[in-house]
Antibody
């Protein structure tokens, strides 16, 4: 079925950078599109970014475009999210998710808190 | 961006009740819609994909229907473990957009 384990979250000051990583196992990582989805405290789900199975296409929410970069290393079965110029409203749990049609495997979530 | 409007935003129901949640897209999305369940403190879980296909391992009391702009998630007989928040997500195009969620609470 597959497993996704995120790492790299924490507390960071506004304007600084943070990089999230996601380690995939139990499935053929290179065959799947991958996503980041976030959830601010007490709020609903927000799609953040998607990368195609081979890394050839990337898509971003307007709220993060130009600040966040999604990437993948199919040789290491890892997904990353580089987050620059962080703002208070980026505070959320960030989920690494597998899926092309239907997001069928979710990580446990990694908390990012942007605060001075 | 396609707007996804869920209703109701919350509901109270009893064990054994039939529950229906709707999701309306601001433009036609074919059948490119999924339904997700999120229990408190947990990651979301895929219930339904392609509007009406039951994800493997999901109980058959969950069903989805609809196409175009109007979609429905039905729980035929609510169980204690079904008290959670439910979201729809369109995967027709980018940006992907979720509905705002429907919280199902115990009456």
């Amino acid at each position: 079925q597959g497993q996704l384990v995120e790492s790299g979250g924490g507390v960071v000051q506004p304007g600084r950078s943070l990089r999230l990583s996601c380690a995939a196992s139990g499935f053929t990582f290179r065959n799947y599109g991958m996503h980041w989805v976030r959830q601010a405290p007490g709020k609903g789900l927000e799609w953040v970014a998607t990368i195609s199975y081979n890394g050839g296409s990337e898509y971003y929410a307007d709220s993060v475009k130009g600040r966040f970069t999604i990437s993948r290393d199919n040789s290491k079965n890892t997904l990353s999210l580089q987050m620059n110029s962080l703002r208070a409203d980026d505070t959320a749990i960030y989920y690494c998710v597998r899926g092309d049609y239907g997001l069928d495997v979710w990580g446990q979530g990694n908390t990012v808190s942007v605060s001075s | 961006a396609i707007q996804m409007t869920q209703s109701p935003s919350s509901l109270s129901a009893s064990v054994g009740d039939r529950v229906t949640i709707t999701c309306r897209a601001s433009q036609g999305i074919g059948n490119d819609l999924g339904w997700y369940q999120q229990r408190p403190g947990k990651a979301p879980k895929l219930l339904i994909y392609a509007a009406s296909s039951l994800q493997s391992g999901v109980p058959s009391r969950f069903s989805g229907s609809g196409s175009g702009t109007d979609f429905t998630l039905t729980i035929s007989s609510l169980q204690p473990e079904d008290f959670a928040t439910y979201y729809c997500l369109q995967d027709y195009n980018y940006p992907r957009t979720f509905g705002q969620g429907t919280k199902v609470e115990i009456k």
